[in-house]
C-alpha cells in the first residue's frame, strides 16, 4: 500500500465526451503527477503539480488539464475524449525537498473510450 | 524519451537470483538510478535508487558500475510474485517538473 488512492478505478466514456479522474496523494505529499499508460507500453508523463502550480507538462494537448488542491489531492481532467485515450491513467505523489523525492503511485484508473 | 536500455524479456527460476541489466551510457553526474516494478494492471512500485554507490534494501540490491554507465538489479531469491515488468529509470532529483520516463522495461518471468 502506497497510501495514494484513485478514483473510479474503471470508467467507460464515448468519443467527444468529459472525463474527470481523481487522486488522493500519500499524506504530506505536495507533488503529483500523472502519467497515462497504453497497453503494453511504459507510463507517459502528462504533468505535474508542485503546491498547486503546474511545473511540468509531457507532450500532451491542451485538452489534458489538472488541478491540484490545497489538501494535496489531484484530478485530471480530459476534454473531447478520443479513442486513443483508452489508457490506465496513473497518478503518483511525493514529497519534493527531501533527499530522496520517490515518487508513490496509485492503482490507476482504467478509461475505456468508445 | 527513456534515457536507458533494458532487455525487453528475461525468465529466472523460482529461488535463483534475478539480474536485471540496464544501459543508461547517457547519464548525467546529478542524475538518480531508480528501478520500479509493475504488476499487471496495478500501479508502479517502488524498489530502490541510487546515484553512484551500490545499494541493498528489503526488496533488492542495486549494483552501479563505476563509469555509472551502467546498473543491474538484483532479486536475491526470485519468487513467483517477483513475475512483473521492471523499469529502470534516471533523473536528476530536484523541485523541478523532471518527470520519470519509463521506456518499455524487462518483463520478468519467474519459472516455478
Known amino acids: 500500500e502506497t497510501g495514494v488512492t484513485q478514483s473510479p478505478t474503471h470508467l467507460i466514456k464515448t468519443r467527444g465526451q468529459q472525463v474527470t479522474l481523481r487522486c488522493s496523494s500519500q499524506s504530506g505529499h505536495n507533488t503529483v503527477s500523472w502519467y497515462q499508460q497504453a497497453l503494453g507500453q511504459g507510463p507517459q508523463f502528462i504533468f505535474q503539480?508542485?503546491?498547486?502550480?503546474?511545473?511540468g507538462r509531457g507532450n500532451f494537448p491542451p485538452r489534458f488539464s489538472g488541478l491540484q488542491f490545497p489538501n494535496y489531492s489531484s484530478e485530471l481532467n480530459v476534454n473531447a475524449l478520443e479513442l486513443d485515450d483508452s489508457a490506465l491513467y496513473l497518478c503518483a505523489s511525493r514529497l519534493s525537498g527531501l533527499n530522496t523525492d520517490t515518487q508513490y503511485f496509485g492503482p490507476g484508473t482504467r478509461l475505456t473510450v468508445l | 524519451d527513456a534515457k536507458t536500455t533494458q532487455p525487453t524479456s528475461m525468465d529466472c527460476a523460482e529461488g535463483r537470483a534475478a539480474n536485471l541489466p540496464c544501459n543508461h551510457s547517457?547519464?548525467?553526474?546529478?542524475?538518480?538510478v531508480y528501478w520500479y516494478r509493475q504488476i499487471h494492471s496495478q500501479g508502479p512500485q517502488y524498489i530502490i535508487h541510487?546515484?553512484?554507490n551500490n545499494e541493498t534494501n528489503e526488496m533488492a540490491s542495486l549494483i552501479i558500475t563505476e563509469d555509472r554507465k551502467s546498473s543491474t538489479l538484483i532479486l536475491p531469491h526470485a519468487t513467483l510474485r517477483d513475475t512483473a515488468v521492471y523499469y529502470c529509470i534516471v533523473r536528476p532529483r530536484d523541485n523541478t517538473g523532471n518527470q520519470f520516463y519509463f521506456g518499455t522495461g524487462t518483463s520478468l518471468t519467474v519459472i516455478p
Open positions: 503539480y508542485y503546491r498547486e502550480e503546474e511545473n
Open positions: 541510487g546515484l553512484k
Open positions: 547517457t547519464i548525467s553526474g546529478n542524475e538518480y
